[in-house]
């Protein structure tokens, strides 16, 4: 069979699920009158929510007698370590460019992937029907991005296909009146300019995972492309690892993909992505042979990760209220299926504690993870993200990012200000009078509460995008925490009316009445520098005289509503988050008013001391 094999990659929010989608529907793939849902191979609640894809995705279509197997990346910054990954397993790509966007950081990320393992590109300019859209623009930058990354001569001449992949319309043309209904063009052309796989379908079979799954019913699923030769359900096979030693199994279970289907096959054939079940300890990287047949690829680089927090049991008054898995042996459970299939992610149990160092390759990547387990059921309670610091010749290193900040020209000052104080350099910046473009390089931990607030500063108008650089020399301490108190309760029960209206006088409150709280959570931000302990649970004192104020119906403020992501970024060291399936609560570690207030005192006098030394 005639097979090609292409990955979609492009910035965050490009349009790469939606062209899948329009792919799909071009092709025929689903049988007349299937109802075909928007996105529809962001299977995951959190990716249609959010708008982006978390897992990296393998679908195929039949065109003219050609099968295209077509690999969905992600196209956030957190999850490119699988568009690395991604780039062995095929021979071509769709580079998905925004017409009015253009180029944009993660752009340059994918392509620089691409390029580096000489990957075919097909340039796809979509969104043809944004207003202000500039296709041709967008097409110059792609050069220009091109030949900035030392692009092969033979590469500069890239085909292009302009389209509007939500409209599922396409056309070799520019000019958005060529526009013509389905994916035609398009298909055609990846029959055309991308190459077929390189392989002997003679030699003894060879195929390397790039990708991982799990299955309760066959546990860990490799998926990668066969380089070698051909398998059979039941072949006997070698793993070999990254320690060159080999693990004898047979091949279990054999899929293919075709639409939105996961294929059950009993052979695949040499060039075809497959997925392939056998082995509990498979690992990305490790190349699976013919038994007896000592021949292992290159290992694929996986990317370390740079973030970590702590994951512990719910250990606030309110335990098991909520959730239905809580604890240490379920949370436990569910930490280890979940590093079966995400290769980027770690976890360490502290030992004699309930609490585990969970690491990842960012915010979003640690969020999605606990926003899954508690719409799972979970609970436990988390603590604020830090960064993984590195000892590279003696020094202690933390992790730095290029960071591109778009906003109109009138924020540009606030920006500035606020990114100066978090360790960030100015490296470019372009100002029109109008929307102004920053280029910063900034230490991750500066980032740390920054991108939650981001788009409260600017209104909603900015745009912000990082990427991670390197690693460089520790900066200066106190970076990212936040320099504002809470306001902390000193009761449990139901808050009241009568309590929050005392209460909001202090500032801004997190709570509303009737919700329940408990000593050490905190309600509230405080308007001062300094946490500050409040009741909010006090009733109204109750006597038999009548006051002519008696009716008077109490007005309060709307509390402010947080996100996980926003908790997370807001909460300070000595802070965790409580994380159930109803409620994200934001606690003290120390709940004890008392205790906590002896704790406060003693850092404070440690922290003078340090100053004075």
Same mark, same amino acid.
């Given at each position: ?27 025929? #793939? ?61 021979? @071509?790509?769709?580079? %998905? ?7 944009? &950081? ?17 340039? +796809? ?19 220009? !991005? ?18 509007? $992949? ?42 390397? &995972? ?13 998926? @990668?492309?066969?380089?070698? /030769? ?5 072949? $006997? ?6 320690? /060159? ?5 047979? $091949? ?26 056998? !082995? ?24 370390? &990760? ?16 909520? /959730? ?44 999605? %993870? ?32 290029? !960071? ?7 924020? +540009? ?9 978090? @360790? ?9 009078? +109008? ?72 500032? *801004? ?23 500050? $302990? ?18 008077? #119906?109490?007005? !309060? ?5 947080? *996100? ?16 159930? &399936? ?30 004075? /030394?």
């Amino acid at each position: 069979m005639d097979i090609r094999n292409i990955a979609i990659i492009a910035h965050v929010d490009h349009g790469k699920t939606t062209l899948v989608n329009a792919l799909l529907k071009s092709s025929n #793939t689903f049988r007349e009158g299937e109802e075909i849902a928007d996105r529809i191979l962001d299977s995951n609640p959190l990716e249609h929510e959010r708008g982006i894809t978390i897992l990296a995705k393998a679908t195929s279509i039949n065109w003219k007698g050609t099968k295209i197997n077509i690999v969905d990346t992600p196209g956030h910054a957190d999850f490119g370590g699988e568009v690395e990954r991604i780039m062995h397993m095929v021979d @071509g790509c769709l580079l %998905l460019v925004d017409a009015f966007e253009g180029v944009m &950081p993660q752009t340059r990320f994918v392509l620089k992937n691409a390029l580096e393992n000489h990957i075919t590109p097909i340039v +796809v300019v979509n969104k043809v029907d944004r207003p202000n859209a500039d296709p041709k623009k967008a097409v110059d930058e792609v050069l220009n !991005l091109f030949i900035e990354l030392g692009a092969p001569e033979e590469f500069l001449d890239f085909p292009v296909v302009y389209c509007s $992949a939500l409209n599922d319309t396409c056309a070799p043309s520019s000019d958005f009146l060529d526009q013509r209904p389905g994916m035609a063009p398009l298909l055609d052309m990846m029959v055309e300019k991308i190459p077929s796989p390189v392989c002997d379908p003679t030699a003894p079979f060879q195929w390397q &995972p790039a990708l991982l799954d799990y299955s309760d019913f066959v546990g860990r699923i490799g998926i @990668g492309t066969v380089r070698k /030769g051909s398998v059979k359900v039941g072949d $006997a096979l070698w793993d070999i690892r990254k320690d /060159g030693t080999k693990k004898s199994f047979k $091949a279990m279970k054999l899929y293919t993909f075709l639409g939105m289907k996961r294929i059950e096959v009993q052979k695949v054939e040499c060039g075809d992505i497959c997925a392939v079940a056998g !082995l509990d300890d498979l690992s990305v990287g490790d190349t699976v042979c013919k038994e007896g047949v000592d021949d292992p690829l290159p290992r694929l680089r996986i990317d370390e &990760p740079t973030l970590q927090m702590e994951f512990g049991t719910n250990s606030s008054p309110l335990r098991g209220k909520e /959730g239905k898995f809580v604890t240490a042996r379920l949370i436990e459970e569910r930490l280890y299926r979940e590093v079966q299939r995400d290769v980027s992610l770690r976890y360490q149990r502290i030992p004699n504690t309930e609490t585990w160092t969970v690491s990842g390759r960012g915010e979003l990547h640690l969020g999605v %993870l606990i926003e899954t387990m508690r719409r799972e059921g979970y609970e436990l309670e988390v603590s604020k993200p830090r960064v993984i610091i590195k000892e590279i010749d003696g020094v202690k290193c933390e992790p730095y990012e290029d !960071l591109q900040i778009d906003v109109p020209s009138e924020y +540009v000052g606030t920006i500035m200000e606020i990114l100066g104080s978090r @360790g960030a350099s100015l490296s470019d910046m372009d100002d029109n009078g +109008v929307t102004a473009r920053l280029v910063y390089v900034v230490p991750s931990r500066g980032l740390l509460g920054f991108v939650s607030n981001f788009m409260t500063l600017t209104r909603g108008y900015g745009i912000i995008n990082h990427t991670f650089k390197e690693y460089r020399p520790m900066a200066k301490t106190d970076i990212g925490e936040r320099n504002i108190g809470v306001l902390v309760s000193t009761d449990k029960g139901d808050a009241t009316p009568y309590a929050i209206e005392k209460v909001e006088e202090h500032g *801004t409150m997190f709570i509303a009445p009737g919700e329940t709280c408990y000593e050490g959570m905190i309600v509230g931000e405080h308007r001062y520098p300094s946490d500050l $302990a409040v009741n909010c649970t006090m009733l109204k004192p109750q006597t038999n005289v009548r006051s002519a104020h008696a009716d008077m #119906t109490v007005v !309060l403020k709307a509390p402010r509503r947080m *996100t996980l992501e926003q908790c997370l970024d807001y909460i300070n060291p000595d802070e965790l988050v409580e994380v159930t &399936p109803g409620a994200i609560r934001m606690r003290k570690r120390i709940l004890d008013t008392s205790e906590r207030k002896k704790y406060d005192a003693k850092r404070k006098k440690e922290k003078e001391e340090a100053l004075r /030394g």
